[in-house]
C-alpha cells in the first residue's frame, strides 16, 4: 500500500525542481546566447533576458555552413547506423540464444569483450579496413592462388577490381558502427525470458527459424528495439570523431561537424551567438526522437527488466 506523506513529497518535487533547473539553466543562457548580438554576448554581467536577434542568428548560421546538406547526411548516416545496428544485433543475438554450434559462448563473450573496444580505440585500423575495404579479398584470392589464375587465362587483373575505397562515401561512414556488442547483449538478454515453451509451440506448429523469429520474436521486441532505436539514434546524430577523420570533403560532413565550425577560433570573431543559435537547430532532432518515443522508451526499459 502507497502512503502519502506531505514532507517527502515536498521533498521529492523540491529535488526534481533542482534537478531540471540544472538541466534546463544551461539550454536557457544558450537560447538567450543564440538571441543577442556580438557585443552584448560580451557584456558583463551576461543578460539574463533573451534578445530580439534570435532568427536572424539561426538564418546566419544554418546559412554559414550550408546545414541543408549537412542536415541531409546525418539524418541518412545516423538512420543507416540505427537500422544497421538494430539488425545486425537481433540475427546476432538469435543465433547465439537458439542455435547450438561449436563455441557458440566463445563467440558470445568476444562480442561481449568488444564493449571495452570503443571506436577511438581501434580508429586506426578501422580507417584503414574502410580505406582498403579489398584488402581481406585481394589477400584471400592470392593465398588461394586464384587472382594468378585470373590473370593468366583473362587477362583480368583482379586486384585492380578489388580498389574499394570507401572514403567520402555513406557506405564507410555508417558500415565500420553497425555492430553493437551492447545491443546484441540486451537482446539476448530479453530472448532468454521468453520462455521455451513458446518456442517448442512453435516448432510443432511448423514453424522454421526464421518463421519463429519473425512471427514470434520481433513482435515481442518491439518495445525493445524502439528503446533501443532511440539510443541508437542519440549515438548516430553525436558522432563526431569518425565523421571528422573520415571525411575530407565538406558536402559528406555531418551536422556536428558543422557546428564545430561555428565555434569561433583564435583571430576570429567571437561569434558566440551564432553557434549557439546554431546548436539549437542541431539539437533538435534527437530532442524531438525522445519527446515523440519517450512513452515506448519507459516500456522498453521496464520490458527489458522483467
Same mark, same amino acid.
Given at each position: 500500500m502507497v502512503q502519502r506523506n506531505l514532507g517527502l513529497s515536498i521533498f521529492c518535487h523540491v529535488v526534481?525542481?533542482?534537478?531540471? $533547473?540544472?538541466?534546463?539553466? @544551461?539550454?536557457? #543562457? $544558450? &537560447?538567450?546566447?543564440?538571441?543577442?548580438?556580438?557585443? /552584448?554576448?560580451?557584456q558583463t554581467p551576461f543578460p539574463w533576458l533573451p534578445g530580439p536577434h534570435f532568427i536572424?542568428?539561426?538564418?546566419?548560421?544554418?546559412?554559414a555552413e550550408d546545414f541543408s546538406r549537412l542536415y541531409f547526411n546525418s539524418i541518412l548516416v545516423t538512420a543507416g547506423i540505427v537500422i544497421g545496428k538494430i539488425i545486425v544485433s537481433l540475427i546476432a543475438a538469435f543465433a547465439v540464444t537458439y542455435f547450438r554450434f561449436p563455441f557458440r559462448m566463445t563467440a558470445f563473450w568476444l562480442i561481449f569483450v568488444s564493449l571495452m573496444l570503443p571506436v577511438e580505440?581501434?580508429?586506426? @585500423? +578501422?580507417?584503414?579496413?574502410? $580505406?582498403?575495404?579489398?584488402g581481406p579479398l585481394r589477400w584471400f584470392f592470392a593465398t588461394i592462388g *586464384?587472382?594468378?589464375?585470373?590473370?593468366?587465362?583473362?587477362?583480368?587483373?583482379? %586486384?585492380?577490381?578489388?580498389?574499394?575505397?570507401?572514403?567520402?562515401?555513406?557506405?564507410?561512414?555508417?558500415?565500420?558502427?553497425?555492430?553493437?556488442?551492447?545491443?546484441? #547483449?540486451?537482446?539476448?538478454? &530479453?530472448?532468454?525470458?521468453?520462455?521455451? /515453451?513458446?518456442?517448442?509451440?512453435?516448432?510443432? /506448429?511448423?514453424?522454421?527459424p526464421i518463421k519463429?523469429?519473425? /512471427?514470434? =520474436? =520481433? @513482435?515481442?521486441?518491439?518495445?525493445?528495439?524502439?528503446?533501443?532505436?532511440?539510443?541508437? #539514434?542519440?549515438y548516430g546524430w553525436n558522432q563526431y570523431l569518425w565523421p *571528422?577523420? #573520415? +571525411?575530407? %570533403?565538406?558536402?559528406?560532413?555531418?551536422?556536428m561537424l558543422g557546428l564545430k565550425n561555428l565555434v569561433p577560433v583564435a583571430d576570429a570573431a567571437p561569434a558566440w551567438n551564432i553557434a549557439m543559435a546554431g546548436a539549437f537547430f542541431v539539437m533538435l532532432p534527437p530532442a524531438a526522437v525522445i519527446l515523440l518515443m519517450q512513452r515506448w522508451f519507459a516500456k522498453g526499459l521496464v520490458d527489458s527488466g522483467k
Amino acid at each position: 500500500m502507497v502512503q502519502r506523506n506531505l514532507g517527502l513529497s515536498i521533498f521529492c518535487h523540491v529535488v526534481l525542481f533542482v534537478g531540471a $533547473a540544472m538541466v534546463c539553466l @544551461p539550454l536557457y #543562457f $544558450a &537560447f538567450v546566447a543564440g538571441s543577442l548580438t556580438v557585443s /552584448d554576448v560580451q557584456q558583463t554581467p551576461f543578460p539574463w533576458l533573451p534578445g530580439p536577434h534570435f532568427i536572424d542568428n539561426v538564418v546566419t548560421a544554418w546559412n554559414a555552413e550550408d546545414f541543408s546538406r549537412l542536415y541531409f547526411n546525418s539524418i541518412l548516416v545516423t538512420a543507416g547506423i540505427v537500422i544497421g545496428k538494430i539488425i545486425v544485433s537481433l540475427i546476432a543475438a538469435f543465433a547465439v540464444t537458439y542455435f547450438r554450434f561449436p563455441f557458440r559462448m566463445t563467440a558470445f563473450w568476444l562480442i561481449f569483450v568488444s564493449l571495452m573496444l570503443p571506436v577511438e580505440v581501434r580508429i586506426i @585500423p +578501422t580507417y584503414e579496413a574502410v $580505406a582498403d575495404a579489398g584488402g581481406p579479398l585481394r589477400w584471400f584470392f592470392a593465398t588461394i592462388g *586464384l587472382s594468378g589464375f585470373i590473370e593468366s587465362t583473362t587477362g583480368y587483373r583482379l %586486384e585492380a577490381a578489388l580498389q574499394w575505397n570507401l572514403v567520402n562515401t555513406y557506405g564507410g561512414l555508417i558500415l565500420p558502427l553497425i555492430a553493437s556488442a551492447s545491443a546484441t #547483449f540486451l537482446f539476448r538478454q &530479453f530472448f532468454l525470458t521468453i520462455p521455451d /515453451d513458446l518456442c517448442e509451440a512453435a516448432r510443432i /506448429d511448423g514453424a522454421g527459424p526464421i518463421k519463429f523469429f519473425w /512471427d514470434v =520474436l =520481433l @513482435p515481442l521486441s518491439r518495445s525493445n528495439i524502439a528503446a533501443l532505436s532511440i539510443i541508437l #539514434f542519440l549515438y548516430g546524430w553525436n558522432q563526431y570523431l569518425w565523421p *571528422l577523420l #573520415f +571525411t575530407t %570533403e565538406k558536402s559528406m560532413a555531418t551536422v556536428m561537424l558543422g557546428l564545430k565550425n561555428l565555434v569561433p577560433v583564435a583571430d576570429a570573431a567571437p561569434a558566440w551567438n551564432i553557434a549557439m543559435a546554431g546548436a539549437f537547430f542541431v539539437m533538435l532532432p534527437p530532442a524531438a526522437v525522445i519527446l515523440l518515443m519517450q512513452r515506448w522508451f519507459a516500456k522498453g526499459l521496464v520490458d527489458s527488466g522483467k
